[in-house]
């Protein structure tokens, strides 16, 4: 961990207000671009372990206004595809280094723009019909992993929640139940292989503020503000941190 300094918040207090925002009205994946923006300050492991209970913490704050919006059978489908991914993705984190998880969580950040805006060129249409219940649990464990690795489960299960083709609303309530679930589901594996720390924990206490103000952001700039505006600063977000992580990931 960096020292707590002044240096430490003007980066970590945004980019926590960007997840609040994200998680809170939107429902991408989007918030980990704040893990990644960390991991360009500090150990990636820090980096997801500072994070893990802010993002909790932001879940619990966006239960209440989406509460039983939800889709209960494909959360449950996502939930239940989830659990092996997290043992793969903890399974991953014992054997990765710093550069390892540099090059993963940059290259996922990548990945998710080229996807973003390929499917909103028309090149990844959404399925002409519902992705089925084995498709749901591929693409569970695939969120289950990606979640653990990098926070980054969001895309694997909006393929396929937007199959279903849900109102923004459910959709929105759907991503959160799903990964307020998988962030418990993460919580104790994180504990056992020491990305929480007393450092990490110190530092959430801090900034825990900038996410309950990101969440009450994100829950009203879901009623008030287009998605081409917040995505399209995302996408050059991502782009130039996971560039960034790439490279020192190479380096």
């Known amino acids: 961990m960096p020292p707590l300094d002044l240096s430490f918040f003007a980066i970590a207090g945004p980019a926590v207000v960007f997840a609040g925002i994200s998680k809170g009205g939107f429902g991408s994946g989007a918030a980990f671009a704040s893990a990644a923006i960390l991991a360009l300050v500090m150990e990636p492991g820090a980096a997801i372990g500072v994070m893990l209970p802010l993002l909790m913490l932001i879940d619990l704050a966006t239960l209440k206004p989406y509460w039983k919006r939800w889709n209960t059978h494909d959360a449950l489908v996502l939930i239940l595809g989830s659990l092996p991914g997290v043992v793969l993705g903890a399974a991953f984190y014992t ?23 390929a499917g909103r060129a028309g090149k990844i249409p959404v399925a002409g019909r519902p992705i ?9 464990l695939a969120a289950g ?18 199959s279903k083709r849900p109102g923004k609303t459910e959709f929105q309530a759907t991503t959160v139940i799903v990964f307020w679930a998988n962030n418990v589901l993460k919580a104790a594996p994180y504990g056992m292989l020491g990305i929480f720390t007393a450092e990490t924990l110190w530092a959430d206490l801090w900034l825990a503020p900038f996410a309950l103000f990101g969440t009450w952001l994100g829950v009203r700039a879901h009623f008030a503000i287009p998605e081409r ?16 992580l790439v490279w020192d990931g190479l380096t």
């Open 132 to 140: 089925p219940l084995w498709g749901g649990l591929v693409a569970g």
């Open 229 to 244: 505006v917040f995505f399209g600063l995302t996408y050059v977000l991502l782009t130039v941190t996971g560039a960034k």
């Open 145 to 162: 992993f990606t979640s653990f690795v990098a926070h980054a489960g969001g895309p694997a299960a909006a393929v396929y929640l937007l």
């Open 95 to 117: 054997v990765a280094d710093a550069d390892h998880l540099r090059l993963l969580i940059g290259g996922i950040a990548l990945l998710f723009v080229a996807w973003q805006i």
